[in-house]
């Protein structure tokens, strides 16, 4: 099971590979706090959690983020994404790994010349594109989890409330970036995959028997 400093080392080496391959034009380095028993790798913006949370419109809840740089990296398009794992001795207890794309995609597809040889552009210009935020949550907090109504680890789509989608495991940081480069910016995946640093770690299963009988993602 990846260990905290394996955790950071990756996102460490991935922000740097997007960098590197101009797939991000601003971005912050993960945070490490090893506090005795507990360690936490996250950015190192200055962001307030609980807001994103609230009940607000989307675009007030990406301005915040962006205001407030609460955020790893943030995309040629303007998708913010956070990455955050929090361990108890070494053993992950929950991560929130989020994709906030852009509210107003107006310049791309009002002008899709200007940006259509662009791979990083490329899967955002059409006009039929709705976008809405992704969230893969794990939290194996004894009280917090109950079976298939709350997974360990699950995904949520579009900020709704009770969307909580079982998935098999936690992700790596590895894991998640790779499956939002794949699913929305395949052109630039494509183009990039082998210039992406390669990780092999992965968590163990968290899902458990019953919630594989319901519609579930596998890791």
């Known amino acids: 099971m990846p260990q905290p400093e394996i955790i950071r080392s990756q996102v460490e080496r991935l922000t740097a590979d997007f960098i590197g391959l101009g797939l991000c ?8 706090k090893n506090d005795g028993n507990f360690q936490e790798v996250s950015y190192s913006g200055t962001g307030d959690l609980s807001f994103v949370l609230k009940n607000q419109p989307y675009q007030e809840i990406y301005g915040e983020i962006l205001r407030t740089n609460a955020y ?20 992950l207890k929950c991560h ?16 899709p010349e200007v940006y259509e040889d ?3 552009y490329a899967d955002i210009v059409m006009r039929n594109i709705v976008v809405f935020p992704i969230r ?3 939290d194996a907090t004894e009280g917090v989890y109950r ?7 699950h ?17 790596t940081p590895y894991a998640f970036l790779a499956f939002l480069l794949r699913n929305f910016y ?19 299963d968290s899902i458990f028997p019953s919630e594989k009988t319901i519609g579930h993602f596998i890791i």
Request: proline share 6%; net charge negative.
């Open 96 to 111: 929130r790994l989020a994709f906030f794309p852009s509210p107003d995609l107006t310049e791309y597809q009002n002008n």
């Open 155 to 171: 995904l949520t789509l579009g900020q709704y409330k009770n969307c909580r989608i079982p998935v098999s495991a936690p992700l």
């Open 72 to 91: 790893n990296l943030k995309m040629l398009d303007g998708a913010l994404i956070q990455l955050m794992y929090k361990f108890e001795n070494g053993v």
């Open 136 to 138: 893969f949550d794990f």
């Open 118 to 120: 662009d791979e990083i």
């Open 147 to 153: 079976e298939i109504d709350h997974p360990k680890s």
């Open 25 to 32: 034009n601003s971005q912050n380095f993960p945070s490490f």
């Open 186 to 204: 395949h052109t630039a995946f494509k183009k990039h995959t082998n210039s992406i640093t390669l990780f092999d770690e992965v968590f163990e």
